[in-house]
C-alpha cells in the first residue's frame, strides 16, 4: 500500500464525477483538476461539474488536509486503487481498512452519461 500526499477517495468505484470525453486542458477548467502525488507517481483527477456535491464535497476535504498521508487500502492491479479511509493514517498492518469516512454521506448524483478513463 502506498501513502498519500494529496487526497484520493474511492476515485475509481464512488466517484462518478471523474468521467471524462477527450478534453484538452484549459485555464478555466484547472479549478477541477486535483493532482494526487504518490510514492508511485501523480494522478491528476478531472472533477465533473455534472456532480457538484461531490466535487464541492471532495474539494472540501481537501483543503481540510483530510486526505493527506493516507494509505491505497484496496489496490488491484491493473483494475483500480481505492483509498479514503482516515482510520489508514496510524493503522497498523493487517488492520481491517475502508469502512472509515468523514461521518456523513453525500446523495448519489449518478449520471449515465460518465465514466472513468484513463488517459
Known amino acids: 500500500m502506498k501513502r498519500l500526499l494529496l487526497p484520493l477517495i474511492a476515485v ?24 494526487i502525488q504518490t510514492s508511485m507517481g501523480d494522478i491528476t483527477i478531472r472533477l465533473s461539474d455534472s456532480t457538484p456535491l461531490h466535487r464541492d464535497n471532495f474539494i472540501k476535504l481537501v483543503k481540510q488536509n483530510y486526505y493527506d498521508s493516507i494509505l ?3 489496490v ?6 481505492q483509498a479514503g479511509d482516515p482510520n489508514s493514517k496510524q493503522a497498523p ?9 468523514p461521518g456523513y454521506t ?14
Open 72 to 74: 491505497f487500502h484496496r
Open 76 to 81: 488491484i492491479s491493473q483494475f483500480m486503487i
Open 12 to 35: 475509481l468505484l464512488s466517484l462518478p464525477s471523474l468521467a471524462q470525453k477527450e478534453i484538452k486542458i484549459k485555464k478555466k477548467d484547472r479549478k477541477r483538476d486535483v493532482l
Open 93 to 101: 498492518a493487517g488492520q481491517p481498512l475502508g469502512n472509515g469516512g
Open 106 to 119: 453525500v446523495p448519489a448524483e449518478f449520471r449515465t452519461s460518465l465514466f472513468h478513463k484513463k488517459e
